[in-house]
Each structure stands twice: as C-alpha cells, then as structure tokens.
C-alpha cells in the first residue's frame, strides 16, 4: 500500500518546539519534492515548507521562516520538520504530501500523495 504517515504531533507550550516525520510506505521518496502543508479550524489549507527531491532547495511560508526547518533522508525514506518558537496561531493538522516542487510550492494542488495528518496545539 502506497502511504505517507505522518508523526511527532501534540500539546506544547508557546515557544516550545516539536518535531514532525513523514515516512513514505510502499515507495521511495527520493523521486519526489515532499511539502508540509497545514489546516486550522476554520480556515483553508496553507503551505508551510517544501524540499526538492535532492534536498537542494528549500521553501517556507512567510509566517514560519526562521522558525521551522525542513530536511530529508532519502536513504531512511523519511522527511521532517523541525519546528522551533512554536506559537499558538501553530496550532492546526500538519500534512505532508510528495509531488513535484512546482505543485508543492502552489499550495500542495496536485501532489501525488498525501498522509492523514498529525495534530499539533500550541496552548499554554
């Protein structure tokens, strides 16, 4: 079965940090750019961070530069997210999805594969 899942969420504290995981099952990663993408209550799905294939290249939304860092391990299949600074408007489910880089910095439209998600709260 062809998946991503998704793992590392939960409760922190504002200015606590997190670490995200996204394992490929079924296919291996390192033919695809992988996005962390992320939706809170309410509003719409919004980019957080893409990394090419190679690694090579890396993007982040305006609200998490500084504060997050994507990287990747081709040889473990996996990708993950670093979040450091954490604030509450954080708060949401954290996707990660494999797919060209062109579609993941285009708010995810198209990738090929999505995981479930992982819930990160920022709460004090």
């Known amino acids: 079965q062809l998946q991503l899942v998704e793992s590392g969420g939960g409760l922190v504290q504002p200015g606590g940090s997190l670490r995200l995981s996204c394992v490929a099952s079924?296919?291996?990663?390192?033919?695809?750019?992988v996005g962390w993408f992320r939706q809170a209550p309410g509003k719409e799905r919004e980019g957080v961070s893409c990394?090419?294939?190679?690694?090579?290249?890396?993007n982040y939304a305006d609200p998490v530069k500084g504060r997050f860092t994507i990287s990747r391990d081709n040889a473990k299949n996996t990708v993950s997210l670093q979040m450091n600074s954490l604030k509450t408007e954080d708060t949401a489910v954290y996707y990660c999805?494999?797919?060209?880089?062109?579609?993941?910095?285009?708010?995810?439209?198209?990738?090929?594969?999505w995981g479930k998600g992982t819930l990160v709260t920022v709460s004090s």
């Open positions: 990394i090419s294939s190679s690694g090579g290249t890396t």
């Open positions: 079924g296919f291996t990663l390192d033919h695809y750019a």
């Open positions: 999805a494999a797919g060209p880089f062109r579609r993941c910095v285009s708010r995810g439209y198209g990738m090929d594969y």
